[in-house]
């Protein structure tokens, strides 16, 4: 696809805001078929489909935050002149096209598509089923913005496939791909990088773990965990494990007054052996796939470790490499976590919540990316472009 300057671009996303707000009724009307048809065994997926006047209007703000950031796009990395005066510029320069495969959530296919065109990105969007009247009216909404600023509705486009269609063409794609990114559980995400050839970015898995000090200060713990379990329970960024140091003062006490605080939030907690005797009638796990699991879910684990040493390992161990958390008054015991554990966002104090690309100052998101390349954290706008290097000489030969 052509570069586009940066005036063309925000005159879409201008079309797009307006199209969006004149036409949602209808498009709460299309979703309202997905969910009539949504089997609501899932509260999680559900509550991601969900589109209503709120939602509506946070699609619009999302486009609006883009379109007020700068472009991307063609901005120097590096400039160097060598002694032979051959001058060598890196610069900021579009992926080229970008396929983003995810389940549920329609807001998805407007911070997807807003992202992915404001740095001159081609992006193919890969919804799931239930959210397909959705995602349809917002595709339809996408080719009028583009239509009416004279550019071609290739630039965006939804793609209509079964898994096996999908799973053909991640294996032999019928356009070039330059990147997926694969937003969801760990069965799409693992489907992903078993059948795609081009390079995969991976997001969406949670499964994360807060640590409570024995430095803590247990009114901030208490107040931390409640948020980052119940505020959202079907974010990627919602707690899912808690390990309570076991020099913590007054121990037992304040393990119960946890357990009943959780409780009066319909929070489900089960528990490891450790505090069986303490917590009597919690339900006690088995095996060890439960520390793998992201619940998605009014559910936690709570469990006990010996020291600070012990926390870090077993977080390092289990977690999804999202966010983590430690409780504690003391700075350096903080850093010292935050520095060792491997996540890609680290807390002292605060709740995962604060995982989000608008949260975080980096406006609408792609994804929240658990790679290490080419991003860790919330992938916004400034993240969805690659480099190249522009060479000048002057009849320069390498001898």
């Not at 089997?39 to 946070?58: G, N």
């Not at 007054?250 to 917590?279: A, M, P, Q």
């Not at 706008?381 to 320069?396: A, E």
Request: charged share 30%.
């Amino acid at each position: 696809m052509k570069l586009l300057d940066t005036k063309t671009k925000n005159n879409v996303l201008a079309s797009m805001m307006n199209i969006i707000d004149k036409k949602r009724k209808d498009i709460i009307a299309e979703n309202k078929k997905d969910l009539d048809a949504f089997q609501r065994d899932d509260q999680a997926l559900y509550d991601r489909l969900v589109v209503d006047d709120k939602k509506v209007d946070e699609m619009i703000q999302a486009i609006k935050e883009v379109k007020d950031q700068e472009d991307p796009v063609g901005k120097d990395i590096s400039e160097r002149t060598l002694d032979s005066g051959l001058k060598i510029v890196n610069k900021t320069d579009p992926f080229g096209t970008i396929m983003i495969i995810y389940e549920s959530r329609p807001d998805v296919t407007i911070e997807a598509a807003v992202l992915a065109f404001k740095a001159n990105n081609k992006i193919l969007l890969k919804g799931g089923k239930e959210a397909n009247h959705s995602n349809i009216i917002l595709e339809k909404c996408w080719h009028e913005a583009l239509e009416e600023n004279n550019l071609s509705k290739d630039w965006i486009k939804l793609l209509h496939m079964k898994r096996d269609e999908t799973q053909e063409f991640l294996r032999n794609p019928s356009e070039k791909l330059d990147l997926i990114v694969p937003r969801g559980g760990e069965r799409l995400i693992d489907f992903v990088k078993q059948h795609a050839k081009c390079a995969v970015l991976i997001s969406g898995r949670g499964n994360n773990f807060l640590y409570v000090s024995k430095q803590a200060d247990w009114d901030i713990a208490k107040k931390v965990i409640i948020n980052a379990k119940t505020d959202k329970i079907s974010g990627c960024n919602a707690l899912d494990k808690v390990y309570i140091d076991a020099n913590l003062d007054g121990f037992d006490e304040k393990i119960k007054d946890l357990y009943e605080t959780l409780k009066s939030h319909k929070v489900e907690t089960v528990i490891d052996d450790n505090l069986s005797s303490i917590l009597s009638e919690a339900e006690v796990v088995k095996g060890e796939d439960v520390w793998y699991e992201e619940f998605l879910a009014m559910k936690i684990l709570l469990a006990k470790v010996d020291n600070f040493d012990q926390a870090v390992d077993k977080i390092n161990k289990y977690s999804g490499g999202h966010s983590s958390v430690i409780i504690t008054k003391d700075d350096d015991e903080a850093m010292a976590f935050m520095q060792q554990i491997d996540s890609a966002a680290v807390y002292q104090n605060a709740s995962t919540r604060f995982t989000d690309g608008g949260q975080m100052g980096v406006g609408a998101e792609l994804a929240i990316s658990t790679d290490k390349l080419h991003h860790r954290g919330p992938l916004g706008l400034k993240q969805l472009v690659t480099n190249k290097y522009y060479v000048f000489g002057n009849g320069h030969i390498r001898s």
